[in-house]
Nanobody
Framework: QERLVESGGGLVQPGGSLRLSCAASGFTVDTYTVGWFRQAPGKEREGVSCIFSSDVSTYYTDSVKGRFTISRDNAKNTLYLQMNSLKPEDTAVYYC???????????????WGQGTQVTVSS
């Protein structure tokens, strides 16, 4: 079955950068819709960024546009989220997720990673 393992989270100061990685197995990231979601305490899980199937098209939620970049390395079967100019409001548990047919970047994907904590604080 599909398996996703996130890494790269941690503590960073405002304005800093992190790159999250999501190693996939049991499927290929280029044939699935894949994405990053986050959940802060007391808030709903939200879609941060998604790539739809084999398309190069991407979605970003407004709050991260211009700061975050989603990408995938098909040879490594790995998904990435480059996070620049981080703000305290970005603090959350970040999850990668995959779905064979998802058309929207909403938190109803079939497969999920365990999550990685990102804390932005001075």
């Amino acid at each position: 079955q599909e398996r996703l393992v996130e890494s790269g989270g941690g503590l960073v100061q405002p304005g800093g950068s992190l790159r999250l990685s999501c190693a996939a197995s049991g499927f290929t990231v280029d044939t699935y819709t894949v994405g990053w979601f986050r959940q802060a305490p007391g808030k709903e899980r939200e879609g941060v960024s998604c790539i739809f199937s084999s398309d190069v098209s991407t979605y970003y939620t407004d709050s991260v546009k211009g700061r975050f970049t989603i990408s995938r390395d098909n040879a490594k079967n790995t998904l990435y989220l480059q996070m620049n100019s981080l703000k305290p409001e970005d603090t959350a548990v970040y999850y990668c997720a995959a779905d064979p047919k998802a058309r929207l970047c909403l938190p109803y994907f079939a497969s999920w990673g365990q999550g990685t904590q990102v804390t932005v604080s001075s």
